[in-house]
C-alpha cells in the first residue's frame, strides 16, 4: 500500500466513473457516475494527505470535497426531479431544447 | 521521515478494499435493477470509507461511511420514483456512445495511472504525524482558527442548497398553502403535520 | 404451545422448522442481505460498547462508528422491503425511511453533547468523564431524543409502523423461517445494543458502590431496556408523516438548546 498504488485505485474509480458520466442517458446514472468520480477524489486526497503531508490542516480539504458532493447530489437531484415534473422524461436526450 | 513499508494485514486489506471498490463501481452499470446499481454504488463507498480508516483517517473515513450510506438509501427512492422499476430482475442497458465513452474513460486511466506512477512525490521531507487519538480535534482546532474562512464558506453553501433545493423541490408556493391574502392559518398541505401547522 | 419463560425457545424453534417463503421475481439477494444485515449490524454497535472495564475495540471515534452503524439500519430495512417485491412490504420500507430522515438530524446532535462534555468522541473518555456526575443529570433532553431514536431504529412500539399491523406486517409481511427469525431477533438486538449505549454515554457505563462495572453495565441496560419493552404497547404508534414536523420543529430546536447548554457549562469552567 504505497502512495502510487493507491493513487492508480483512485484512477481506476475516476475512469469508471467517467465512464458512466459519459456513455448513461438516464440523468440519474449520470449523477451516480460522478458520484464514483468524486468517490476517487476523496481516496486521493486521503491518500496525499497521509503519504506526503499529514497535518491536521490537510484534512480540511477532505471536509470541502464531502461538502462538495452533498451540494451536487442535492441541486442534481432537485433538478432531476423538476425536469421529470415538466416533462415526464428523464433522458438526457430529451432535453435538447438549448440547441434549437 | 517517509511512511514505513505497510505491514502485510495492511496491504491485505487494502487489496480486498480496493478490488471490492473498481468491482462495485463496475457493477453499477452493469447491474439489472436500480435499486441493485445503488446498493452497489454504497459499497463501492464505503470499501473507500474503509481505505480512508486505512490511511489513519478516523473521523472522515467514519463520516464517509455515514453520509454515502444515508444518501444512497434516499437516492435509491429517487431512482425508483424517476424510472419506476419493481424489484424484479429486467436487463437494462441504456447507453449511447458505448465505445466511444469506454475509449475516452480507458485513456484517461492511462493518463492518471502512468501519471500517478511517474511522477517524483515529495514523500521524503514528510513531518511525522501527530497522535492518532487527537487528529480529530485538530481538524476541528484548524477549521475553527486558521481555516475558519471554509467553513464560513461551506456554511452558507450548505444553507443556500437546502433552501434552493426546497424550492426547486416542491411544488407548491406560499400562495397555494396559505391563501391569496397568505392569512389561511393552518396551511393547505396534502398531509397535516403533527404539530398541527 | 408453552407460555412464559419458554417462549423465546418455542419461537425460535418454529420458525426455524418453518417453510422459507419464496415469492415470484423476488431480489434474493438483496432479500436476503436485508434480513440477515440487522443482526450484524448490532454486534458491530456493541463492538464499542465497554462491558466495565473490558471493550472489544475502543476506537478512537467510538460515537460516531455508532452513528454509522445506525444509518446501515436505514439501508437493511428498506432492502428487506424492497427484496420481497411486494406492495406491503414496500410501502413498510418507505415508512421507515421517512421516519429516520425525522429523527436522525436530533439524535446526532444529542450524540454531540455527551462529547462535547467529554471533549473526547471516544466512548471510554465519556465513560471516565461520568465519574463525578452521570451526564443524564444535565443532560435530560439528549438523553430522551437517543432513547427515542434507539426505539426508532428498532422499528419498535410507538415507532413501529414500518411492521406495522395495518400494513398485515410490512416489512416482516412476506417473510417466514430463518429469514423472519433473523429479522426479528436483529431487532431485539438492535434494542439491546442501543440500550446499552445510552447507559455507556448517559447513565455512568459501569459506576456503582457494590457490584464490579461489568456488572452494574448489566444491570443498567436490563434496567433501560425493560422500559424500552414496557413502552411497547403503552404509547400508540406514531405516523411517519405525522412525526416528521414533530422531528423537525420540537427535536431538533431541543437538541440544539442543550447542546448549548452543555457548551456553556463546559466553557465556563464546570
Known amino acids: 500500500m504505497t502512495l502510487e498504488t493507491v493513487l492508480v485505485v483512485a484512477a481506476a474509480l475516476f475512469a469508471v466513473g467517467l465512464y458512466g458520466a459519459l456513455s448513461q442517458q438516464v440523468v440519474v446514472m449520470i449523477m451516480m457516475g460522478l458520484e464514483l468520480m468524486i468517490n476517487a477524489i476523496i481516496l486521493a486526497a486521503a491518500a496525499m494527505w497521509w503519504y506526503v503531508a499529514p497535518v491536521p490542516d490537510g484534512q480540511v480539504l477532505l471536509l470541502v470535497i464531502l461538502a462538495a458532493m452533498t451540494v451536487e447530489m442535492a441541486m442534481g437531484f432537485a433538478v432531476a426531479l423538476l425536469y421529470h415534473r415538466g416533462r415526464g422524461a428523464d433522458m438526457t436526450d430529451m432535453a435538447t431544447d438549448l440547441s434549437r | 521521515m517517509p511512511v514505513p513499508d505497510a505491514s502485510v494485514s495492511e496491504s491485505i486489506a487494502f487489496w480486498i478494499l480496493s478490488i471490492l471498490a473498481v468491482a462495485a463501481g463496475i457493477a453499477v452499470f452493469r447491474v439489472d435493477s436500480m435499486a441493485r446499481a445503488t446498493y452497489a454504488l454504497a459499497i463501492s463507498f464505503v470499501a473507500v470509507g474503509g481505505t480512508v480508516l486505512l490511511l489513519r483517517l478516523d473521523y472522515i473515513g467514519l463520516i464517509t461511511v ?132 | 404451545m408453552s407460555a412464559g419463560l419458554l417462549t423465546p425457545f418455542d419461537e425460535v424453534a418454529r420458525l426455524l422448522r418453518q417453510r422459507r417463503r419464496r415469492l415470484v421475481s423476488a431480489d434474493l439477494l438483496l432479500w436476503r442481505v436485508g434480513g440477515a444485515g440487522l443482526i450484524v449490524v448490532a454486534l458491530l454497535k456493541v463492538a464499542v460498547i465497554p462491558l466495565g472495564v473490558w471493550t472489544l475495540s475502543d476506537m478512537p471515534a467510538g460515537v460516531v462508528w455508532f452513528n454509522a452503524m445506525d444509518v446501515l439500519i436505514w439501508a437493511l430495512v428498506w432492502l428487506a422491503g424492497w427484496g420481497a417485491n411486494s406492495a406491503h412490504s414496500l410501502i413498510g420500507g418507505y415508512r421507515f425511511l421517512a421516519q429516520a430522515l425525522s429523527y436522525e438530524l436530533p439524535l446526532m446532535f444529542a450524540l454531540t453533547a455527551p462529547v462535547v462534555a467529554a471533549a473526547s468522541l471516544r466512548v471510554g473518555g465519556i465513560v471516565m468523564a461520568q465519574q463525578d456526575l452521570w451526564f443524564v443529570v444535565w443532560m435530560p433532553a439528549a438523553f430522551l431524543i437517543v432513547c427515542l431514536s434507539v426505539v426508532a431504529f428498532s422499528v419498535w412500539g410507538p415507532f413501529s409502523t414500518a411492521a406495522g399491523a395495518d400494513l398485515s406486517g410490512g416489512v416482516l409481511s412476506e417473510l417466514s423461517g430463518t429469514d423472519r427469525m433473523l429479522v426479528l431477533v436483529g431487532r431485539y438486538a438492535l434494542l439491546t445494543a442501543g440500550a446499552g449505549f445510552a447507559v455507556t454515554l448517559f447513565l455512568g457505563g459501569g459506576a456503582g458502590p457494590l457490584l464490579p462495572s461489568w456488572a452494574w453495565v448489566v444491570v443498567k441496560t436490563v434496567a433501560l431496556l425493560a422500559v424500552f419493552v414496557g413502552v411497547r404497547r403503552r404509547i400508540p404508534a406514531v405516523r411517519p408523516d405525522r412525526f416528521a414536523e414533530v422531528g423537525f420543529l420540537v427535536l431538533l430546536p431541543v437538541a440544539l438548546v442543550q447542546l448549548l447548554v452543555v457548551s456553556l457549562v463546559v466553557v465556563l469552567g464546570g
Do not use: C
Open chain 2, 66 to 197: 455515514l453520509m454515502m450510506v444515508m444518501e444512497m438509501a434516499i437516492m435509491a427512492i429517487f431512482m425508483i420514483m424517476l424510472m419506476g422499476m419493481n424489484p424484479a430482475l429486467m436487463p437494462m442497458s441504456m447507453v449511447h456512445n458505448n465505445k466511444g465513452a469506454v475509449g475516452i474513460s480507458v485513456a484517461v486511466f492511462l493518463i492518471l495511472a502512468a501519471g500517478a506512477l511517474l511522477v517524483p512525490w515529495p514523500i521524503d521531507g514528510r513531518e511525522t504525524p501527530g497522535p492518532r487519538a487527537d487528529r480529530t480535534v485538530e481538524l476541528g482546532n484548524s477549521i475553527m482558527g486558521p481555516h475558519m474562512l471554509v467553513m464560513i464558506a461551506v456554511s452558507a453553501v450548505l444553507f443556500a442548497t437546502i433552501v434552493a433545493g426546497l424550492v426547486l423541490a416542491v411544488p407548491r408556493g406560499r400562495y397555494q398553502r396559505f391563501g391569496d391574502d397568505l392569512q389561511h392559518r393552518p396551511a393547505r398541505d396534502p398531509r397535516r403535520g403533527g404539530v398541527g401547522r
